[in-house]
């Protein structure tokens, strides 16, 4: 689910791919539906692709957003209200209690939860990939024969 949504620099928000033309994607933003072209000069990374630092190694964004998900209920984050109290990193950290403290920057923690309040607002509750497991599912099965 998370390597159709992209993140463009530059741009505020998430989208998420609509098709594909000559040396560009075309976008709709999450939020406002909007539609427009990704040009191969902009800087597109999909979600699917991005993890953050641990102390145990990298651990992809789907797991952390799910974590979030789970310690929040399925609620939205007030991340205004964390910046002005300070509890941004305290609040990641009851999430993630191992995440890098001197690789992983409060903007990052940011982004993170400006993210998932974009992806609840979209309607998504599930991020960590499980195709991985379906796919080599038949895999084995066909094997087997």
């Known amino acids: 689910m998370l390597r159709e949504i992209l993140a463009i ?5 998430l989208f998420r791919i ?6 560009m994607l075309v976008v709709e933003e999450l ?3 909007k539609r427009f072209p990704a040009h ?4 597109v990374v999909s979600l699917g692709d991005i993890a953050m630092y641990t102390d145990s190694g990298d651990k992809p964004l789907g797991e952390i957003l799910d974590l979030v998900y789970a310690r929040n209920e399925g609620k939205a984050i007030d991340v205004k209200k964390l910046i002005a109290d300070g509890g941004l990193r305290d609040e990641f950290e009851a999430v993630i209690p191992d995440f890098d403290k001197e690789r992983v920057y409060d903007n990052d923690i940011k ?3 400006t993210w998932y309040n974009i ?3 979209a309607g998504m509750t599930k991020f960590a990939e499980e195709t991985d497991e379906v796919a080599e599912a038949p895999a084995s099965e066909s094997s087997e024969e």
């Open 119 to 121: 992806l609840l607002d």
């Open 9 to 13: 620099t530059g741009k505020p928000g």
């Open 31 to 33: 939020k406002t539906k």
């Open 18 to 23: 609509v098709s594909q033309g000559n040396k």
């Open 40 to 43: 191969s000069r902009d800087k």
């Open 111 to 113: 982004k993170l939860f």
